[in-house]
């Protein structure tokens, strides 16, 4: 059983930033892929980035250049620095992994930017 919690969450105004958390526990041997995602009120779950087990990366194309990922791999964490947030980014954020051909999600964290 693999476990993903978030943090960082929180209310800000807009143009500033946040750095949100993901940090795994369980069974996990080995560095695996994880992905950010997010979900507005009354929106499909959309991809934000992504990281892969190697450290490749990748930030949506409508949020790259405000949007950054990275990983410490000995803390188990990957994180999500957000900056000039943006009304528009409210929404909660998910972490997810797939190991070993099963699909883990975090619980989310709510992300809420005000004008």
């Known amino acids: 059983q693999v476990q993903l919690v978030e943090s960082g969450g929180g209310l800000v105004q807009a143009g500033e930033s946040l750095r949100l958390s993901c940090t795994a526990s369980?069974?996990?041997?080995?560095?695996?892929?994880t992905d950010w995602y997010r979900q507005a009120p009354g929106q499909r779950r959309e991809l934000v980035a992504l990281?892969?087990?190697?450290?490749?990366?990748k930030v949506v194309d409508s949020l790259k250049g405000r949007f950054a990922i990275s990983r410490n791999n000995a803390k188990d964490t990957v994180y999500l620095q957000m900056n000039s947030l943006k009304t528009e980014d409210t929404a909660i954020y998910y972490c997810?992994?797939?190991?070993?051909?099963?699909?883990?999600w975090g619980q989310g964290t709510q992300v809420t930017v005000s004008s």
């Open positions: 990281i892969s087990n190697e450290g490749y990366t």
């Open positions: 997810y992994k797939n190991v070993e051909g099963i699909d883990y």
């Open positions: 369980g069974r996990i041997l080995g560095i695996y892929a």
